[in-house]
């Protein structure tokens, strides 16, 4: 199985383009999650999704919007970009509830913002 | 103090050694313990889960003390394929994984 993927691998964006990265799993996991990685700070979570049709913030929400319209996709949108967004985004998903908590992660996206 | 905190590193050692790292947290409630691998570039991959009576897989043993509120890993006989980065994932929450802290990573260099 592919497990999750995610789109595009890298990115450079102008500040104020809007842009979405995509993210899929075939795990038919409940729950999926957004993070950014900058150096020295490790994985902060942006937005998450417990199940399809619900998404809660994150510790770093502003800035990004998220939707869960089915249990395989879950795409993350920075509607006006700026260069502090300049990070790598890992999408993940956990069995929660009926599994453990055991977090899958993404490839990646590495995202420059100008 | 930060929730979860690892000492950076670099730990540079040469293989076959043993080393090992500890991480500690701020939260006594806290109700699952991880272990991710993350090599340079990569996505973090599950190494191992840890268990209030400890556990071993291999060459990799993990340990959990309540008391003193930290996890710590072992790695015996070191492999140069052991380079990696080491995350230290606390969960205060097991029922939901949207509180699950990640510390910033222990990196670790085995030389030849």
């Known amino acids: 199985t592919a497990g999750i993927t995610q789109a595009p691998t890298s990115q450079i964006l102008a500040a104020g383009r809007s842009m979405t990265l995509r993210c899929t799993q075939d795990?038919?996991?409940?729950?999926m999650y957004w993070y950014r990685q900058d150096l020295g700070l490790g994985l902060r979570l942006i937005h998450y999704?417990?199940?399809?049709?619900?998404?809660g913030k994150g510790e770093v929400p502003d800035g990004y919007s998220v939707s869960r319209a089915n249990t395989d996709d879950f795409p993350l949108t920075l509607a006006s970009a700026v260069p502090s967004q300049t990070s790598v985004y890992f999408c993940?998903?956990?069995?929660?509830?009926?599994?453990?908590?055991?977090?899958?992660f993404g490839p990646g996206t590495r995202l420059t913002v100008l | 103090r930060k929730e979860v905190e690892q000492d950076p590193g670099p730990f540079n050692v040469p293989e076959g050694a043993t080393v090992a790292f500890n991480c500690t947290y701020s939260?006594?409630?806290?109700?699952?313990f991880f272990w991710y691998r993350q090599d340079c570039r990569k996505e973090p991959k599950l190494l191992m889960s840890?268990?209030?009576s400890g556990n071993e897989d291999g060459r990799f043993t993990a340990q959990l003390n309540r008391a003193s509120q930290y996890i710590s890993l072992l790695i015996r006989d070191s492999k140069l394929s052991d380079s990696a980065t080491y995350l230290c994932?606390?969960?205060?929450?097991?029922?939901?994984?949207?509180?699950?802290?990640f510390g910033s990573g222990t990196r670790l260099s085995i030389r030849p």
């Open positions: 795990m038919r996991h409940n729950a």
């Open positions: 840890v268990y209030s």
């Open positions: 939260n006594s409630a806290s109700q699952s």
């Open positions: 994932v606390v969960n205060p929450k097991y029922s939901s994984a949207s509180k699950i802290i």
């Open positions: 993940a998903s956990s069995d929660l509830p009926e599994g453990t908590d055991t977090q899958y």
């Open positions: 999704s417990n199940t399809a049709g619900t998404t």
